[in-house]
């Protein structure tokens, strides 16, 4: 894809938010954009009359656009009445978040408003996968080891955390060689934003991974760890099963 194509893709999610709409900076701050590129591009948006500006000068889209999973026989709104639920019944962050060519690309993001910790990821918020916390463990665990030395920067991985450390490609490899697919993966001590996630990977008919789902919360110490794991595995575990048994009942949901 073309650096302009990705600029204008990045705006288009980041405008698909809120439905009260955004600032012009929260736009481009969302878009992860250059403030003179994302200014430049809304500015055209709204030449085109696919944004408008409502109350309080905040921008307001005037489009549909909505990112669809290329997977046939899974309805959007399965994933998206899991992460509902999740979200309800925990009192976190749910997501739903795809491998995209070398980067983590946040698909779904349902935030509950008694949540300890907001978020800055959003749907269409990206971040590269070399960042070796448990979403990208568990997502490139799916890829061959051969591709991840032929194609990677074997010497581009590092852990997630304060400490922010290079990883030789021995470790990280060992890192992801170790992921069992089918368990939950999470970090306890959360990253540098104070977010801890747990996560398990969503699979096709064919095994194949289709994306991530997630439990986000503050990284903040738990009275019991092993049973607060135990409690989020169960709940992660019992969504899977009903995403991945939509393929086989497409009257199943929630």
């Known amino acids: ?9 990045a705006i288009l999610d980041a405008l698909s938010g809120p439905e009260g709409g955004l600032t012009a900076q929260e736009v481009v701050e969302r878009a992860g954009l250059p403030a003179s590129t994302g200014y430049r591009l809304l500015t055209e948006l709204q030449q085109l009359g696919l944004v408008h500006r409502g109350a309080e000068r905040r921008l307001i889209a005037n489009f549909s656009f909505q990112r669809r999973l290329h997977c046939p026989g899974l309805e959007p709104e399965v994933l998206a009445q899991a992460c509902a639920r999740l979200s309800a019944e925990m009192t976190v962050a749910a997501e739903v978040v795809v491998l995209s060519g070398y980067n983590m690309l946040w698909h779904i993001v ?7 910790i907001r ?5 269409g918020f990206m971040r590269g996968a070399y960042e070796l916390d448990s979403i990208s463990r568990l ?3 799916h890829l061959p080891l051969e591709t991840l030395e032929k194609s990677w920067d074997t010497s581009g991985f590092y852990t997630a955390g304060v400490d922010h450390r290079s ?3 021995a470790e ?20 540098a934003k104070g977010i801890r996630r747990y996560c398990v990977a969503i699979h096709g008919r064919d095994g194949g991974l289709i994306c991530l ?16 794991v135990a409690n989020v595995r169960a709940q992660l575990t019992a969504r899977r099963t009903t995403i991945e048994s939509a393929f086989s009942d497409p009257a ?3």
């Open 139 to 141: 997502a490139l665990a």
């Open 213 to 228: 789902l997630t439990v986000a919360e503050a990284a903040t110490p738990v009275r019991d760890e092993a049973q607060h």
């Open 172 to 191: 990280a490899r060992a890192r992801i060689a170790t992921v069992d697919r089918r368990d939950m993966q999470y970090d306890m001590m959360g990253n």
């Open 119 to 123: 978020l800055r990821a959003f749907p």
């Open 110 to 116: 349902e935030q509950h408003p008694d949540q300890a």
């Open 252 to 254: 199943r949901t929630g």
């Open 1 to 9: 894809m073309s650096g302009a194509s990705s600029r204008v893709i």
């Open 167 to 169: 990883l030789d490609w």
